[in-house]
């Protein structure tokens, strides 16, 4: 065995070993965490269900394809496991974990390529930043397509860091791949295509001699088929966006929000959990803008835009700092800058981060961080499956065909039921979500469709008050209209809890 590659295999080696303590805790925590998925995953479930079995995306099956889903290519995953016949929940979390393994030996096979034994400790203390974090936990067990955009956002950013060097003659090959990795990032969430135009800026000013190779492969491996995918997407559905953005955008009082800057306070929490990894992030953003203004900017840039939308977005989903999880894969991408430093300040950098590391350790440890989530998803995963999944459990086992419920809750409900389901929220409701209502205008529209039960959620057992005015008013229209309260069902005693409204026989 030649010099060089026991070298590699050192460095290899040690890079596990110091991210083993921070693997261990994420192995961990998973499997404590297990039982916990969030209800809209159950969403992309049903919409993977009705598309595996009638090959039409529908929330109702027989009913006009609609798009009520995040992720289109994360539903086309699950519509491949339930062609297998694989239970989604598990073949999901299974996803979600794959995911997060597999930045970590992408992270190996850098300290393979680089040889470099700073390299390979500042490569490993960043990892077991990640890995020590219980959001990372959460995110892979959570049943969503978090985890797979992380990957593939990590994935772009260390093609990038690696085509701009100077030594680094592109080829079709290489920017090819580089643009299916793009185009998955676009397919899982819509940020990915401010994140792609961003990166793709930034490869075609550094690489400005080979414009003409840049700008032909990518039209090929992403452009090409992302307009092909948007013109299908407008004739298939009749829209240009998901019906999530039109009812943020357009109305619904779930989403209003009078502040600025309604996202803000989740990002002044982001901070005060992670401050020292924000600290040393911020030197090595200042090593690296000495040396490669390029790759410092375009980093610094996409972080910014992270944290723009978050700010500018009331955060629904925002559990375990969702919307800014994006931002570890610019973290993990840091240390492929280290070769551009002085020798010095990768000695003390290596030193101050792993000063950084252990002083983040203590503080999760202090704030009891992993009991508190631990007990949390704990009381979640139970109310889910007390109240909405039994629920939706039952009524499957009624008949009901040509038959509809009205849920505001629309994830396992409808689901496990596999009745025809009016989403009062409008994520999954056309008309709903196209159409600028007042909160009155809902609830009639709602009561109209005669949908044989309304499902609200309340905050309080047996009365209705302190609701909001969206479901004080469709509660008002279904009493008027002959709907009484039958059941409650019990998600958390301190405040919350779903009301069964059934329509009168008469």
Known sequence: MNQSLKRALLNFTGFFLICLPSLLVYLWAVSKLWPYTVDDSYITFRYAQNFATTGIISWNVGQAPIEGYTSFLHMLLMALGFHLNLSPIIYTKVLGITAAVLMLVIGGTTVIIQRNAFYTICTALFFSFFFAEVDTAVHSISGLETNLFLLCFFLLLTNFIYLIRKENILNWKKLFLFGLIALCLSLLRPEGYIFTAIIFLALLWEKRQQYKLIITTLCLAYLLPVLAYQAWHYFYFHQLFPLSFYVKMLQNDVYKNKSLLPGFPSIVDFVQDHHYLILASAIAF??????????????????????????????????????????????????????????????????????????????????????????????????????????????????????????????????????NDIDVVGLNERTIATTRMTTAEVAQYVVKQAPQYIILVTLKEKEMSQESPARLALYQAAIQAGYRHVKTYTFDPSHYYLWVLEKSQN
Request: net charge positive; proline share 4%; with cysteine.
């Open 286 to 419: 200042i090593l690296t803008l000495r040396q490669k203004k390029i790759v410092a900017l375009t980093l610094f840039l996409l972080a910014a835009v992270i944290f723009m939308m978050v700010a500018k977005t009331k955060p629904i989903m925002n559990f375990n700092d969702r919307y800014i999880y994006p931002i570890w894969a610019i973290l993990l991408v840091l240390p492929l800058t280290f070769q551009l430093w002085q020798q010095k300040a990768k000695i003390i950098f290596c030193g101050f981060l792993f000063l950084c590391l252990l002083l983040q350790a203590h503080q999760i440890r202090a704030e009891h961080r992993f009991q508190n989530y631990i007990h949390g998803t704990a009381m979640y995963a139970n109310g889910l499956s007390n109240a909405h999944i039994q629920l939706g459990k039952l009524l499957a086992q009624m008949p009901h065909q040509g038959k509809a419920i009205a849920t505001g809750d629309s994830g396992a409900i409808p689901f496990y039921s596999g009745w």
